[in-house]
């Protein structure tokens, strides 16, 4: 499609008739004209011009906000992730002192066990002592008895 230029309109002659227009008011208006077209032909130039660096900008915050919407995707993503690790984390944990309380509870009813046996041991071996010792003693007693009886039936002689 042919752009007609500034240059094309002030370069334009027109044939010259028997009663036609006054060549210098066409002059001053194509002159007009040339000025006119300029300034358009500038002001649209100016305009795209603008219009580029507008559509840079967008593209520019066009990839921001896709940068952002991934961003916030993978942010939420680490996110669950981090919560579902701590409560993974935090089950294992209880587990483990559930555990080792498990483990100490069943440690204090053996020692607690053991304490008993030992005690009923003591008090066997204390009952078993003091039969021992009181034989002992009724045996030492009967043999004082004896010997009183001895010394008292040779002593009345």
Do not use: C, W
Request: glycine content about 6%.
């Amino acid at each position: 499609m042919p752009v007609l230029t500034p240059l094309d309109v002030h370069n334009k002659e027109f044939r010259k008739g028997f009663r036609g227009y006054s060549e210098e008011e066409v002059d001053e208006f194509l002159d007009q004209v040339v000025r006119d077209y300029e300034e358009m032909l500038k002001e649209i130039e100016r305009l795209k011009d603008e219009l580029a660096k507008a559509e840079e900008k967008i593209g520019q915050f066009r990839r921001l906000e896709e940068t952002l919407n991934n961003t916030l995707v993978v942010a939420q993503s680490t996110a669950e992730e981090v919560k579902a690790n701590a409560r993974k984390e935090a089950d294992l944990i209880v587990k483990e002192a559930e555990g080792e309380a498990e483990r100490r509870l069943a440690a204090a009813r053996e020692k607690a066990e053991k304490t008993a046996r030992d005690y009923e041991n003591v008090r066997k071996e204390a009952a078993v002592f003091r039969l021992k010792l009181r034989s002992l003693l009724l045996a030492q007693l009967e043999e004082l008895g004896r010997e009183d009886k001895a010394e008292g039936g040779n002593a009345g002689s």
